[in-house]
C-alpha cells in the first residue's frame, strides 16, 4: 500500500493511503483516503520529478521502462511501490553503483519484484530415494504450510520444509518461497487441491 502524509481535516491525521495517482514533470496528483476515518480527498502539488529506469521481474521475464520518481523522496531496497496498479518491490538501487537507498533525483536504475504477477514454484517430492519435481504458477499470496498434504492430479504430498529468501518457514506465500520439499502419502481425510497450477513435471 503506497502512503503519502497530509494532515486530514476531519480527523486530523496525518497518514493517507494513495487511491489513484498521476504524475508529469510539472505536478502530481493524489486521490488520497485517510487511514483513520476514511475520509477521501484530493492532492494535488507542483514537485520535481526524475527519470530512471526500471526494470520489472515477473519469474522468468523481465521488463525494462522508464519511471518518474519524485526528486527529493528516498527509496530503499524491500520498499513496495505502485507502478500502472502493479505492486513492485525494490530489490537494487544503482546511482550508478548498488546501494540500499537514495533519492529520486540520484537514482539511475530500479530494480523490482512484481508482486502481483502469478509465482512458479517447484516442489521436491522424495518418494523412497527418488526424487522428482512439481512445478506450479500459483496466485503470489496462495500460502502453503508444513504438515498439510496437497493434491496433484490422483497424487499426495505432505509437505515437510518450506525454503524462502529469509530461511526455512513453518507457513508462507508463494511470493516469498524458493522451494518447497514434500513427502508423499497414500492417503489423507483432507487435502488441498493444486492441480488447475501444475506446469510440468520433470523426473
Not at 163 to 189: C, H, L, M, N
Request: charge should be positive; proline fraction near 2%.
Amino acid at each position: 500500500m503506497e502512503k503519502i502524509y497530509d494532515k486530514c481535516e476531519i480527523c486530523g491525521n496525518e497518514e493517507f493511503e494513495v487511491l489513484k495517482k498521476k504524475e508529469s514533470n510539472k505536478y502530481a496528483y493524489y486521490l488520497v483516503r485517510c487511514l483513520n476515518c476514511g475520509h477521501v480527498k484530493e492532492i494535488e502539488d507542483k514537485v520535481k520529478l526524475s527519470q530512471a529506469k526500471l526494470i520489472i521481474s515477473r519469474e522468468d521475464k523481465s521488463e525494462a521502462k522508464m519511471i518518474n520518481l519524485i526528486h527529493d523522496v528516498e527509496y530503499k531496497v524491500g520498499d513496495e511501490i505502485e507502478v500502472d496498479g502493479e505492486t513492485l518491490r525494490i530489490t537494487k538501487i544503482e546511482v550508478p553503483e548498488s546501494v540500499n537507498k537514495a533519492k529520486g533525483e540520484e537514482i539511475k536504475y530500479l530494480w523490482t519484484k512484481s508482486l502481483s504477477a502469478p509465482k512458479k514454484i517447484g516442489i521436491s517430492i522424495n518418494d523412497r530415494g527418488k526424487t522428482y519435481s512439481i512445478y506450479l504458477i500459483v496466485p503470489p499470496d496462495f500460502e502453503f504450510e508444513v504438515d498439510k498434504v496437497y493434491k496433484v492430479n490422483e497424487g499426495l504430498f505432505k509437505i515437510k520444509k518450506i525454503k524462502t529468501e529469509k530461511g526455512d518457514r513453518r507457513k508462507a506465500k508463494a511470493i516469498e518461497i524458493k522451494r518447497i520439499y514434500g513427502d508423499p502419502v497414500k492417503f489423507s481425510r483432507s487435502s488441498i487441491d493444486l492441480t488447475e497450477y501444475l506446469k510440468d513435471i520433470k523426473r
